[in-house]
């Protein structure tokens, strides 16, 4: 599913995957192929909750930091300006390290993503894209997805777009039913 990595990923990722005590789904799928914003990381070590599985994911290395700066990155520099007009910090640094570079945007905030990403033909992948993946990948059964998804939205306050995993399946595999990115 990943077809351009990295995947540069949001707060809403790092906190269904790290309040669930999932990020191990993130490491197996994405080592060396996932990286997170400076500014996303800001906005997750102020929920206590986060503070460890990111700073274990970071420390270990198979989650890379991306620091925006504008010597290094200009370009990305002012796209992330530009974009912190309408979205968040966090959003903005996501879709400005896609754009720039191909890269894949990890978010579910669809409304900010997915109009700018269809508009920029960047890749857009959600919390339920990376479950389908680690089902495809064999690291999770069906079953274990769909006991992450309750998790994801009894742990996070994430609001699904489907009741259960068998829905996520049905739109990735033969899109059936609410497209699911």
């Known amino acids: 599913m990943l ?7 949001d707060t809403g990722i790092v906190s269904r995957y790290g309040f669930t005590g999932r990020f191990d789904i993130l490491e ?16 997750c070590v102020k929920v206590s909750k986060m503070q460890t599985p990111l700073t274990q994911a970071l420390s270990s290395g198979w989650l890379k930091q991306f620091s925006i700066n504008y010597v290094d990155h200009t370009e990305i520099f ?3 300006a530009s974009l912190t007009k309408q979205f968040g910090p966090g959003e903005s640094a996501v879709m400005a390290i896609a754009k720039i570079n191909g890269y894949t945007v990890g978010c579910d905030d669809m409304a900010a993503a997915r109009k700018f990403c269809e508009r920029n033909q960047i890749p857009l992948m959600g919390s339920l894209g990376i479950l389908y993946d ?6 999770l059964s069906a079953a274990d997805a769909d006991l992450v998804l309750n998790d994801m939205v009894s742990k996070s306050s994430y609001r699904s777009p489907v009741k259960n995993f068998s829905e996520v399946v049905g739109w990735f595999k033969n899109k059936k039913g609410k497209k699911l990115y």
């Open 78 to 80: 002012t796209t992330f």
């Open 28 to 43: 197996a799928l994405y080592t060396d192929k996932i990286i997170i914003p400076s500014d996303v990381v800001t906005e």
């Open 134 to 139: 680690a089902v495809n990948n064999q690291i």
């Open 3 to 9: 077809t351009q990595p990295p995947l540069v990923i």
